[in-house]
Each structure stands twice: as structure tokens, then as C-alpha cells.
């Protein structure tokens, strides 16, 4: 949230007229279902098998990549009309639109791979999946409700992007993030296990 208004105050986004509150609910909804599914299939099932037999560093560092790849594979919304049971596989051709656009993968891939490791640490210290769908949730309701309460003006290339979580500015947060759970929630996890 904080994010958010740093972006108001340079300028980047302002509020819609009216500004629609009432979509908060459903933006909450869905961050919450979102990060539900994604955290127990990447950070309980897929991490949880790697690291019976990788060490937590390189089980972390590929369920995270995997994690960033997925997230750029999505079909361009104009190609998404009337849903049937084989619409999946229309749409799939269609799926990899956006590794046509080299800067906006190799932005996209370091923050959602960053956001990925910040996961799978908190995953690997707490040994639970309530903190991270906690972050998770709570990251996707900023960028949602951000998209749904307020319109962007300009584009503030190169700390932020086309999409709020492409630019340096993106990874800058992300990084200051990790480090307050860090200091809150994961560095006396860290001190009593080293005891």
C-alpha cells in the first residue's frame, strides 16, 4: 500500500471518479483464493517434494523460477471470448504472447522470481504455509485494488513499467519487503534455531 501512494505522489496513477470501493470486496476474495492455491501447489507440494532431495537453496531457487515462468503464461485477453470444456487448448498457442516482449520477461521474471524466494523462505522457516499465503495475498490485493481504484496516467519507465511489477522500483520494494519479514517475523525463527 505504501507502493501505492508513492505512485500517487509522483504523479503516476490517481484515483477514479467515482472511485469504486465496492470492488475491494471481490479484489479481497480473489487475492485470498489466488494465493491459497498457488502457495499449497508451489510452496507445499512442489517445494515440499524438492526438498526431500535438494538442499533448501537450490529447491527454493527452482520452485521459484518455476514459479515466475508460470505467471507468463497466460493468453492475451482478446483471445479469451466464449469458455467451453477445450477452450484451454484454443488458447494455448496463444499462451507464450508475451516472451515476444524481452524487457517485460527479464522485469517480470526478477520481481516475481524475488517475491518467489521471499515465499519459499518464509515456507522454509516458519515450516507452514500461513505465512506465506499471507504475503501473497496481501501483495496481489495491493496490485488488484491499486488496478481497480485508480487509473495510470504515465508511463515512470524505467522504476516502473507497464504493470507495477516490472521496473527497478518493483524490485526495490520487493527487496525492502523481505527484509521487514525478515526482521519481524522470521529473525528470532532464525536466532532460536540456531540456539
Same mark, same amino acid.
Request: proline share 5%; charged share 10%; glycine share 10%.
Given at each position: 500500500?505504501?507502493?501505492?501512494?508513492?505512485?500517487?505522489?509522483?504523479?503516476?496513477? !490517481? &484515483?477514479?471518479?467515482? $472511485?469504486?470501493?465496492?470492488?475491494? /470486496?471481490?479484489?479481497?476474495?480473489?487475492?485470498?483464493?489466488? +494465493?491459497? %492455491?498457488?502457495?499449497?501447489?508451489?510452496?507445499?507440494?512442489?517445494?515440499?517434494?524438492?526438498?526431500?532431495?535438494?538442499?533448501?537453496?537450490?529447491?527454493?531457487?527452482?520452485?521459484?523460477?518455476?514459479?515466475?515462468?508460470?505467471?507468463?503464461?497466460?493468453?492475451?485477453?482478446?483471445?479469451?471470448?466464449?469458455?467451453?470444456?477445450?477452450?484451454?487448448?484454443?488458447?494455448?498457442?496463444?499462451?507464450?504472447?508475451?516472451?515476444? !516482449? &524481452?524487457?517485460?520477461? $527479464?522485469?517480470?521474471?526478477?520481481? /516475481?522470481?524475488?517475491?518467489?524466494?521471499?515465499?519459499?523462505? +518464509?515456507? %522454509?522457516?516458519?515450516?507452514?504455509?500461513?505465512?506465506?499465503?499471507?504475503?501473497?495475498?496481501?501483495?496481489?490485493?495491493?496490485?488488484?485494488?491499486?488496478?481497480?481504484?485508480?487509473?495510470?496516467?504515465?508511463?515512470?519507465?524505467?522504476?516502473?513499467?507497464?504493470?507495477?511489477?516490472?521496473?527497478?522500483?518493483?524490485?526495490?520494494?520487493?527487496?525492502?519487503?523481505?527484509?521487514?519479514?525478515?526482521?519481524?517475523?522470521?529473525?528470532?525463527?532464525?536466532?532460536?534455531?540456531?540456539?
Amino acid at each position: 500500500m505504501a507502493l501505492g501512494g508513492v505512485l500517487f505522489a509522483l504523479g503516476g496513477y !490517481e &484515483p477514479k471518479n467515482p $472511485v469504486p470501493w465496492y470492488l475491494l /470486496i471481490q479484489v479481497a476474495l480473489s487475492a485470498i483464493s489466488v +494465493a491459497v %492455491i498457488e502457495e499449497v501447489l508451489f510452496r507445499g507440494a512442489i517445494l515440499g517434494l524438492l526438498r526431500q532431495s535438494f538442499a533448501p537453496l537450490p529447491a527454493a531457487g527452482f520452485v521459484s523460477a518455476l514459479f515466475s515462468i508460470v505467471h507468463f503464461l497466460k493468453p492475451a485477453q482478446e483471445q479469451v471470448r466464449t469458455v467451453h470444456w477445450y477452450s484451454g487448448f484454443e488458447i494455448l498457442p496463444g499462451a507464450f504472447w508475451q516472451f515476444s !516482449e &524481452p524487457l517485460l520477461i $527479464v522485469g517480470g521474471f526478477v520481481t /516475481i522470481g524475488i517475491l518467489g524466494l521471499i515465499l519459499a523462505h +518464509a515456507t %522454509i522457516r516458519t515450516s507452514s504455509l500461513w505465512l506465506p499465503i499471507g504475503i501473497h495475498s496481501g501483495l496481489i490485493f495491493a496490485k488488484m485494488g491499486l488496478n481497480k481504484l485508480a487509473r495510470k496516467l504515465e508511463d515512470m519507465t524505467p522504476w516502473f513499467g507497464s504493470d507495477v511489477t516490472v521496473g527497478i522500483g518493483s524490485i526495490a520494494a520487493l527487496l525492502f519487503l523481505w527484509f521487514m519479514i525478515w526482521f519481524i517475523f522470521l529473525r528470532g525463527q532464525f536466532d532460536s534455531n540456531a540456539a
